[in-house]
């Protein structure tokens, strides 16, 4: 098992770029989401999605659209790149439903620079 | 606004000492307390967690500690390690409004520096 996997590892990008974040998972798990991580904040939920074709928006979502067409698939596209965006980016999964939820399993991260 | 709120931001401690990092929420609806820790370069993973209805839960040298009544939770190294330096990162699971997930709020994270 790979686990949560997340391409590229590290992106610079001028502003008004867009881009893709890549993230997969093989454990079939239904839940999948992204964070953005940036000093002193913690990690912040931007998209999240429950199961294939199911997406919701989490604490910080604009900017970033995120669209779930496979269980294993779930990436993120920043429609147009802004300095504010640069920040350290998680992919994480989980089985949904009761206190296995909580388990999040995280992929090793994107670093993204919007100069 | 930060929903959980933690302390201290960075800690240094000798190698075979305590550590103790706090943390604190407001909201009620909060049902589970994970505890995750971050190696620099990699994802956070969870490490342990606790229920509402526990007042502690030990897992080797990690213990956490809950007061439900002052809505506050505390992680406790034991023996402290220079293994165990990293990011700390409390974190609480509520419902989402929609009823259909999870939502995992994380603190703002504690950088720990064990020295040897």
């Known amino acids: 098992n790979a686990g949560v996997t997340q391409t590229p590892k590290f992106q610079v990008l001028k502003t008004g770029q867009s881009m893709t974040l890549q993230c997969a998972q093989d454990m079939n798990h239904e839940y999948m989401s992204w964070y953005r991580q940036d000093p002193g904040m913690g990690l912040r939920l931007i998209h999240y999605s429950v199961g294939a074709g199911i997406t919701d928006q989490g604490e910080v979502p604009n900017g970033y659209n995120v669209s779930r067409s496979t269980t294993e698939d779930f990436p993120l596209r920043l429609l147009s790149a802004a300095p504010s965006q640069t920040s350290v980016y998680f992919c994480a999964s989980s089985q949904r439903g009761g206190y296995s939820y909580n388990e999040q399993f995280f992929g090793p991260g994107t670093r993204l620079t919007v100069l | 606004q930060q929903q959980v709120k933690q302390s201290p931001q960075s800690l240094i401690v000798q190698k075979g000492g305590i550590s103790i990092i706090n943390c604190a929420y407001e909201?009620?609806?909060?049902?589970?307390f994970p505890w995750y820790q971050q190696f620099p370069g990699k994802g956070p993973a969870l490490l342990i967690a606790i229920r509402p209805d526990v007042s502690e839960k030990k897992e080797g040298r990690f213990t956490i500690s809950f007061n439900k009544s002052a809505k506050q939770f505390s992680l406790h190294i034991m023996d402290s390690q220079p293994g165990d330096s990293a990011t700390y990162f409390c974190?609480?699971?509520?419902?989402?409004?929609?009823?259909?997930?999870?939502?995992?709020?994380f603190g703002s994270g504690t950088q720990l520096t064990v020295l040897p």
């Open positions: 909201n009620t609806a909060f049902d589970y």
């Open positions: 974190a609480a699971t509520s419902t989402i409004s929609s009823g259909s997930a999870r939502q995992l709020t």
